[in-house]
């Protein structure tokens, strides 16, 4: 008798389990919380060879140490530098900075950075850099031995190890170590509330989950909402830096690029051991250098960056995507009505 009412319990318990987990799957809620590489996923995509299925909140921290303050440690305090020149994030963000997550546009992030206080830099943001699908894209591919970059384009731990050795000018990263920038920067991926969607189209996407109908048209929705790679194209100077670009700068503009841009690495020699401040004197060397052929020419370190043979700290050029060309003659007006 007991053997019975114990089958009978255990049938039941099976038929309820089972009808659970139907229900749970044909009755998916999105919140504005909910990441779109799982909504990716539901509707039929396969996951990146980078996923980590569960969130270490141990490697999480140390990641974050890492990523933040250049400090490796298994306790994600203090810790070893990885580099004895940069963090990651004298080059990058770590927080969303572009306002509309499709379009890279300089002028439009310059504004969202003031409005976030975030500073203006050559790196793209690592918020979201896990949704991406290749890294160092377009000219990028000049810059680095094919051999090198290769690999990074298409796996990103390899993207990271790359930016660790080759950008940051550290040392390669342990295991352990890219396993945990890893999850600190899965803790940055894309949420739903990111891609700014109204009502009616969440709820589309809902239904289409919870009845796997149309998915492909859905996932083809949601990617023209952001950006799958991070487009980047080499700038050149000018030909006649007397006449720069042909453009008229906006010296305010060009403040909040001095201020956002190189004042996060200049500034007491932060990251750099050439110093930068407000004083009339770098105002009027700046402007005097900015139309020279020297090192010193603003035309000539957007686009190219500055490096010295033997020393390892160096400035990464601006892509297009990164500082326009406005941009750049917004500078050079406000290096000119600085020095009056
Ligand atoms: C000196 C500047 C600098 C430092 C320091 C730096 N990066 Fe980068 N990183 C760049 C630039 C420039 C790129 C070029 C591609 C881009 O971001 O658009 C890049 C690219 C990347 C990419 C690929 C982004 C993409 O979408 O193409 C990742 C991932 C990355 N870096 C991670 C890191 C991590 C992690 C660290 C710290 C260990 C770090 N970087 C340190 C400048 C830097
Ligand atoms: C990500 C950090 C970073 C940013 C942002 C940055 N720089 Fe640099 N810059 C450097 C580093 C590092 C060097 C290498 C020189 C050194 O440290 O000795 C350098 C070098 C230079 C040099 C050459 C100095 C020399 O000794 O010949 C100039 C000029 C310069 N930067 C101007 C600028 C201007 C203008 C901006 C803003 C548009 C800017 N930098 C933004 C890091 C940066």
């Known amino acids: 008798m007991k053997n019975i009412a114990f089958a009978i319990f255990l049938i039941s318990s099976i038929i309820i389990l089972a009808a659970n987990t139907f229900i749970d799957k044909n ?10 590489a799982e909504i990716l996923q539901q509707l039929g995509e396969t996951a990146p060879n980078h996923i980590q299925n569960e969130i270490n909140t141990d490697a999480v921290a140390i990641g974050k140490n890492i990523v933040l303050n250049g400090l490796s440690s298994k306790t994600a305090e203090g810790g070893r530098r990885q580099s ?14 572009d306002p509309t997550l499709s379009i890279s546009d300089p002028e439009a992030r310059l504004q969202y950075a003031q409005a976030n206080g975030l500073p203006f830099l050559q ?42 050795v080759e950008c940051a000018q ?16 899965w803790t940055l ?24 109908s149309q998915t492909t048209d859905l996932v083809q929705f949601i990617k023209s909402k952001y950006q799958q ?20 700068g906006d010296a305010d503009k060009g403040k909040l690029i001095y201020d956002l ?48 043979n033997g020393k ?20 050079r007006a406000y290096f000119e009505r600085e020095s009056k």
């Not at 160096?314 to 500078?331: A, G, K, V």
């Open 27 to 36: 009755n998916f809620k999105i919140n504005k919380n909910t990441p779109v």
């Open 84 to 97: 004895k020149h940069f963090v990651c994030t004298s080059c990058h963000n770590v927080q969303r900075e």
């Open 123 to 164: 790196g793209t943001t690592l918020y979201g850099a896990v949704n991406r699908e290749s890294w160092y894209n377009g000219d990028y591919a000049k810059k680095y031995d094919a051999e090198k970059i290769k690999p990074a384009q298409t796996n990103f731990r390899e993207a990271i190890q790359l930016c660790a």
């Open 170 to 185: 550290g040392r390669e990263l342990k295991e352990w170590e890219l396993e945990s920038v890893l999850a600190y920067l």
């Open 189 to 212: 991926q894309l949420k739903m509330d990111d891609l700014k969607l109204s009502d009616a189209d969440l709820q589309r996407i809902e239904n289409g989950i919870n009845d796997n």
């Open 229 to 248: 790679a991070a487009p980047a194209t080499f700038n050149e100077k000018p030909d006649n830096l007397q006449k720069g670009y042909g453009l008229k």
């Open 261 to 308: 841009g190189c004042q996060h690495c200049h500034e007491n020699g932060r990251y750099s051991m050439f110093v930068l401040d407000d004083s009339k004197l770098t105002m009027r060397f700046m402007r005097r250098n900015f139309t020279k052929y020297t090192r010193y020419s603003t035309y000539h370190v957007t686009s190219y960056g500055y490096t010295t």
């Open 312 to 331: 390892r700290q160096y400035m990464p050029n601006y892509t297009l995507e990164r500082m326009s060309n406005q941009q750049i003659e917004d500078l």
